[in-house]
């Protein structure tokens, strides 16, 4: 059973590049979430789905944009990379009651915008 | 909208000894879960004790337990007899408890943990 798995693990970025953080679960989860963690601070929500096809808004959206097409994927898109991008991002997902039990997150991807 | 909020941004204690991380978050539902959950230097996140809010009672998960307050609205953790490995971030999150609808995971801030041979 992999859980939830990100690609890639790091990755360095040129200003204006564009890239997408991938997401993957195999849990069937309904809802899935995309983090941001700066140094020695919390996580901040990105985006995050119900559902396939249901997407909204978290605390700090702009410069980001999600889709999710299946249950199982749920990428990120960086478009035009800044500097204040440079964090460490984290997909989790989460089952529906009755099968609730905890978030189960990916590894994380360590991005830099140089 | 949920808050979490932790007052402690880093603790540090010896070996052996107890310590308890505080946790205060802000809801006007009745059904949600608490968590704790600890990030050590490989940002792993790793659950180590959840509460749902219709259990009066304190979960515990051996050396961990939580003081949960419902109308204080305060969920800390105590962790006894510290370990060296416990040497993490520790995070406390807050989730509705829902059947179905657009629920969002909320976590604080963080707190830095430091056990001291």
């Known amino acids: 059973n992999a859980g939830v798995t990100q690609t890639p693990k790091f990755r360095i970025l040129k200003i204006g590049q564009s890239m997408t953080l991938q997401c993957a679960q195999d849990m069937n989860h309904n809802y899935m979430y995309w983090y941001r963690q700066d140094p020695g601070m919390g996580l901040k929500l990105i985006y995050y789905s119900v559902g396939a096809g249901i997407t909204d808004k978290g605390e700090v959206p702009n410069g980001y944009n999600v889709s999710r097409s299946t249950t199982e994927d749920f990428p990120l898109r960086l478009e035009l990379a800044a500097p204040s991008q440079t964090s460490v991002y984290f997909c989790?997902?989460?089952?529906?009651?009755?099968?609730?039990?905890?978030?189960?997150f990916g590894q994380g991807t360590r991005l830099t915008v140089v | 909208a949920q808050t979490v909020t932790q007052s402690q941004p880093e603790m540090s204690v010896q070996e052996a000894e107890t310590v308890t991380l505080s946790c205060t978050y802000d809801t006007s539902e009745n059904n949600y879960y608490l968590f704790w959950y600890k990030q050590p230097p490989s940002r792993q996140m790793i659950l180590v004790i959840r509460?749902?809010?219709?259990?009066?009672q304190n979960a515990t998960e051996n050396r961990f337990s939580v003081n949960f307050q419902k109308a204080a609205k305060s969920f800390s953790l105590k962790i006894s007899d510290s370990q060296l490995g416990d040497t993490a971030m520790y995070f406390c999150a807050f989730m509705k408890r829902r059947i179905q609808g657009a629920q969002k995971l909320v976590f604080g801030q963080g707190t830095r943990l430091t056990i001291n041979p």
């Open positions: 509460q749902e809010a219709y259990k009066q």
């Open positions: 989790a997902s989460v089952g529906l009651l009755p099968r609730f039990t905890e978030a189960f």
